[in-house]
């Protein structure tokens, strides 16, 4: 697998990706304002160059947020969401960052066992964040020390 800096010309096979792995996706324009303010936006590709993931990440003084982060539908459950994660923590550590945190729907039951098994905690609640089908879904803010 290879990781490489987010393009223009990666936005359509991206948002491909976020609309089959997401109930709310992000839109072209959230992606295109994130490679616009210069944020660690990475592709995460096949030696074939199918495209398989990507994560979005903030870095801010000296804490990083990861914004959104996917693999593939057709990929998932062979360990490549893990592998992209770790790819994210070095990137953090990389620039010097002393924490990542992260917010997950309460109801991504998954993505919670993923982040805990990798040393996140919870650090917070917020309440109704998340659009949801028939109202408000609550997120859940994880972070782990770098």
């Known amino acids: 697998m290879i990781l490489r800096d987010m393009t223009e010309a990666d936005l359509g096979g ?3 990706i976020e609309r089959t792995v997401h109930e709310h996706p992000w839109t072209l324009g959230n992606f295109s304002d994130a490679l616009r303010s210069k944020y660690q936006c990475k592709v995460y590709e096949s030696a074939a160059q199918e495209l398989i993931g990507y994560a979005v990440m903030m870095l801010a003084v000296d804490e990083a947020e990861l914004l959104d982060i996917a693999i593939a539908s057709s ?21 010097e960052m002393r924490r990542l945190v992260l917010e997950v729907r309460a109801s991504n039951i998954s993505a919670i066992a993923l982040y805990r098994s990798a040393g996140f905690g919870d650090i917070g609640l917020r309440r109704d ?18």
């Open 75 to 95: 990929q998932q459950r062979k360990g490549l969401g893990r592998k992209l994660l770790n790819e994210m923590l070095a990137l953090a550590r990389h620039h």
């Open 14 to 16: 991206v948002l491909a």
């Open 129 to 146: 964040y998340y659009p949801a089908h028939g109202g408000r879904e609550d997120a859940i803010l994880m972070g782990r020390g770098l």
